[in-house]
């Protein structure tokens, strides 16, 4: 649900009590979609125009 949400995967591994990152992302990382269409509209975004 705090993926859904928005929520940052650092912001779930406290809120949860996972020991790292690494935990967190290898339970819940399935459930963040889209995450590389974003990643490249990003960066798309910065690049200057051709």
């Known amino acids: 649900m705090l993926i859904a949400a928005g929520v940052d995967i650092l912001t779930i591994r406290r809120r949860l009590g996972h020991s790292k990152p690494s ?3 290898d339970t819940y990382g399935h ?3 889209g995450a590389d ?3 490249a509209e ?3 975004s ?3 125009k051709r």
Do not use: D, G, S, T
């Open 37 to 39: 269409a974003a990643a």
């Open 23 to 25: 935990v967190a992302l």
């Open 46 to 48: 910065l690049l200057p």
């Open 31 to 33: 459930l963040i979609k």
């Open 42 to 44: 990003a960066i798309a």
